[in-house]
């Protein structure tokens, strides 16, 4: 399902079944053309469905992706090539007795949250598990988008995105020439992002509720009484 979250309040707006723009437009259809004119800004996740319905039911509004998702995909695309490596190199999958594997997990933190023995181990890596230097520059790339929606204003941005597109250029992979082909895609909507700040954040608190509440309730049988339960207790939340 589809959840609407106001960004303000945190506070959940309505559930739609499917993560498709039908269902989307239907729900805006209902609300009001007062309601629809006051939106000013919308929170997504790098989905070409939601944002074709918000294109069209809400025009006006500017779009915000989320940059936890692109960091996201920068993550899997990192992963992606670390396992390509290692079936190339070694014929199999990756191993405890492989440091990039048994150091996959440090490979996908972020570079300014490591300690200085983490990064130590990260260079030791690297060196001792990655001849082909593809699973460094994957990494390398990872991190320069980081850097890129870490940017204060749009002028550093696009000086970043350069560089970023550069270190794409040089690395020369499928895999980072699909997340650079992303970065493209949703451009417009990663300079909202960088404007205004706003991010999708209370959309996946609201998801985490709604996961807690089936979990609590043992599951539901009918549609509709879940719904109803998860705007009730968003509501109940919100008043106390």
Known sequence: MTTMVDLDTGVVLGVVDGRGSAGVKAWLTARSADWRG????????????????????????????????????????????????????????GRTIDPSWA?????????????????????????????????????GIKEQLRTLLACGSLADAHEEKMRLGYYVMVADMAET??????????????EVFLITGVTNARTEAANTSIK?????????????????????????????
């Open 103 to 139: 150091n996959r997990r440090l490979l996908l933190r972020a570079h300014d949250t490591l300690s200085e023995k983490g990064r130590a181990r990260l260079v030791k890596t690297l060196r001792q598990d990655d001849p082909t230097q593809e699973i460094g520059a994957a990494w």
């Open 38 to 93: 006051n939106v000013q800004v919308v929170a997504i996740d790098p989905s070409a469905a939601f944002r074709k319905a918000v294109a069209d039911m809400l025009p006006h509004a500017a779009v915000s992706v989320d940059h936890f998702h692109l960091v996201q995909l920068a993550n899997q695309m990192l992963t992606m090539v670390r396992q390509r490596v290692s079936r190339d190199l070694k014929g199999r999958r």
């Open 212 to 240: 807690q509440l089936k979990r609590t309730g043992r599951g539901y049988r009918n549609a509709e009484h879940y719904k109803s339960r998860i705007l009730l207790r968003s509501a109940a939340r919100r008043a106390a």
């Open 177 to 190: 020439w699909r997340l650079w082909e992303t970065i493209n895609a949703w451009w417009t909507e990663i």
